[in-house]
């Protein structure tokens, strides 16, 4: 049993606890394809294996599809963010994943997607590629490198913004009595954060079923399985559940800023609280430290609706 | 806020170097010391009171009613502010220029924006010879900031050009953009014989293709998404060369006769 204290919501109890997050680097590309399918196909292979920096270096995800009136091109455009624990990890990701899966998809072109305090290096670092061919343009105060390739052209502006004002992180607990009713409310969840601007939710369609805790039996281990709340361990283990709950998924949350965290949980909690605990969750929580790793604590009673 | 307004008071009787009379170099001068500056290039020269009535006004926006093509270096150097000039000029406008906007409503004369690092010019009417090229004696040509002509550009526009953008609406002469270093030349109008003659690097877009060096090779009809940016960049500042800019165009890489990494764009 949690022992938490709780507020309820149109039948859904809110643990009255709180995510805790952490500062990160953060930065972001707009992608531009021949057509949505390839803006998206060029943007999802970039973002993929960007779960969570403990075994991915970076963790990342789309933003937002941007209509092609939007963009500097005049193409269909997709937004990515990328998360990372220093800034040279962020680079160093977000240029191999440039290199690896934006520049090989055809018809690709890529934009500066983010405003940060620094500047690092997107086309000036793949210009490279052109062996000597690649040719420079600057143009209204920024530059931009086409690069031979074998449709063309790739057009890469040179470098694009990184902020150490990230925040990584955020999550939210969904809580309900088999897979399907939390599925349901979680997918909801999802979707309203997916509105949200400056907020991605990295795991795969925007949730993780294996919550870790800090630590292992296993010395070669830094994390391992949530086992309070899992709902097979109920019985033998310190359960954070309570017996009416019988899946439990979470969503995790980064965001450009902590502000744009705050808005994704409060758009998730919404979300959950409106579909009701008959159809989905019954209980949504939280994941913490205790407080004392992550500076940003967002407080569940201060999001819910 | 009013600006500071020369006014032609006649045609000069001698060519003027007007590179004194930019926002940086007026903001402290009084409208007595303004009218003392030396303007003529005689042994006896011409003063800003002989040539103009003065009204002040807010430096940083000059505006001379009435041109001439006597007016030589008008908006020389000049690095922030706004100089609009009601009439042609001569020579080497807004050479190396650095920042602001130059607006003249007529023609300009020879090495127009010669050396200009930034900024932006725009030139009404046609232009002489050697737009945006070196002066003699120097290595580059325009450097930087954007360009626009309304009219037609004269022979060897954008000779040595390094950087920055040059639009043409109406036209150029021969040999435009030859010895070209980098850069982008537009010219939406006809433009005469060997093109890119000698450049190393840079683009010229042309909506046909004149008599060229045959040290140019075709390599064909490709899609170039730079070109989209460009005319989203020009589409405010001149519709005739963005239209250019939006058609899916040929490129002629060369010139071979020398580094060869610059390019002829015409529409396919």
Redo the contacts between chains.
């Keep these: 049993m949690s022992g938490l204290k709780s507020f309820t919501r149109n039948g859904v109890r809110i643990d009255e606890t709180f995510a805790e997050a952490f500062p990160m680097s953060g930065t972001g590309l707009l992608i531009t394809g021949p057509t949505r399918r390839w803006a998206n196909q060029a943007a999802t292979t970039m973002t993929g294996f960007a779960t969570s920096v403990i075994g991915c270096g970076a963790e990342a995800g789309i933003d937002r599809e941007i209509a092609a009136n939007k963009t500097?091109?005049?193409?269909p455009g997709v937004r990515v963010l990328l998360f990372a624990m220093s800034e040279a990890d962020c680079e160093k990701q977000l240029v191999n994943r440039l290199g690896q899966c934006v520049l090989t998809c055809p018809g690709s072109?890529v934009f500066a997607g983010v405003e940060g305090e620094k500047q690092i290096k997107t086309g000036d670092a793949i210009r490279y590629f052109g062996d000597g061919?690649q040719?420079?343009?600057?143009?209204?105060g920024k530059r931009?490198w086409?690069v031979p390739t074998m449709?063309?052209?790739f057009?890469c502006e040179g470098t694009t913004g990184l902020t150490s004002q990230s925040v990584g992180g955020g999550n939210l607990l969904i809580m309900g009595a088999d897979f399907a009713s939390t599925m349901r409310a979680t997918e909801a969840a999802v979707d309203a954060i997916a509105r949200v601007d400056g907020a991605i939710t990295p795991f795969p369609g925007g949730i993780v079923r294996s919550g870790s805790k800090v630590g292992s039996k296993y010395k070669a281990l830094f994390a391992s399985t949530n086992d309070a709340y899992c709902p097979t361990l109920r019985g033998v283990t310190a359960s954070a559940l309570d017996p009416e709950i019988g899946c439990v998924l979470e969503i995790v949350i980064d965001g450009l800023t902590y502000d744009a965290v705050a808005q994704a949980m409060r758009a998730g909690l919404a979300a959950i609280v409106k579909m009701g605990a008959k159809r989905g969750a019954r209980r949504v929580g939280a994941g913490n430290y205790g407080g004392k790793l992550g500076p940003h604590h967002f407080h569940l009673k201060d999001l819910a609706p | 806020m009013k600006p500071l307004v020369f006014t032609l008071r006649s045609e000069p009787v001698e060519r003027l170097d007007l590179s004194a009379l930019t926002p940086a170099r007026l903001s402290d001068l009084s409208s007595a010391a303004i009218e003392k500056l030396a303007i003529g290039t005689t042994q006896r020269p011409l003063r800003v009171g002989d040539v103009f009535r003065l009204r002040d006004g807010d430096r940083s926006v000059i505006r001379f009613s009435g041109g001439s093509s006597r007016f030589d270096r008008i908006a020389m150097a000049m690095e922030s502010g706004v100089i609009e000039v009601d009439g042609m000029v001569g020579r080497e406008a807004g050479c190396g220029m650095r920042g602001g906007a130059l607006t003249i409503s007529g023609a300009a004369g020879d090495y127009a924006a010669s050396g200009a690092r930034g900024g932006a010019i725009e030139i009404g009417g046609d232009c002489g010879d050697f737009l945006g090229a070196p002066l003699v004696g120097e290595m580059e040509g325009i450097n930087?900031g954007v360009v626009i002509v309304r009219g037609r550009a004269g022979h060897r526009a954008c000779d040595r050009m390094r950087?920055?953008?040059v639009a043409v609406e109406k036209g150029a002469g021969e040999y435009a953009g030859s010895r070209m270093i980098?850069g982008?030349l537009v010219v939406a109008g006809p433009v005469g014989g060997f093109p890119g003659t000698m450049m190393r690097?840079g683009?010229i877009i042309m909506p046909a293709l004149p008599e060229i060096a045959p040290t140019f090779l075709d390599c064909g009809a490709?899609?170039?998404?730079?070109t989209?940016?460009?005319a989203?960049?020009l589409a405010a500042r001149s519709p005739r060369a963005a239209r250019l800019l939006r058609r899916a165009l040929r490129r002629f890489g060369g010139d071979t006769a020398t580094l060869g990494?610059g390019e002829l764009l015409v529409p396919a």
């Design positions: 500097p091109d005049g193409r072109a061919w040719i420079s343009k600057r143009l209204d931009y086409r449709d063309g052209e057009l | 930087g950087r920055g953008l980098a982008t690097r683009t490709t899609p170039l998404g730079f989209a940016l460009y989203t960049s990494k």
